[in-house]
């Protein structure tokens, strides 16, 4: 839902930024890894660029703040749900 909802994301990402949260390169490799996989050959990969009007640089980007976005979400969960498993 936070790719469909660019207020909700951007507040994540904002969360992100204030709790120095970050991608690591092999967590950006695996995220693109996988994104990219979805999308089929090069070709495939190419034509979808091109009907979303989109660079790979963008689409990498694109990815990255998503994966950056689920991770700040799983960490406040987690920090939200410690102080519950501890008491």
């Given at each position: 839902a936070l790719a469909m909802d660019p207020a909700a994301k951007a507040r994540v990402l904002e969360m992100a930024k204030a709790n120095?949260?970050?991608l690591t390169d092999q967590e950006k490799a695996q995220l693109f890894k996988v994104a990219?996989?979805?999308k089929g050959t090069?070709?495939?990969?190419q034509e979808f660029l091109k009907k979303a009007g989109v660079t790979d640089e963008i689409f990498k980007n694109e990815v990255y703040e998503t994966g950056l976005a689920f991770k700040t979400s799983n960490m406040v969960l987690e920090q939200g749900l410690l102080p519950e498993?501890?008491?």
């Open positions: 120095k949260v970050t990219r996989g979805q090069e070709a495939e990969y498993l501890v008491n």
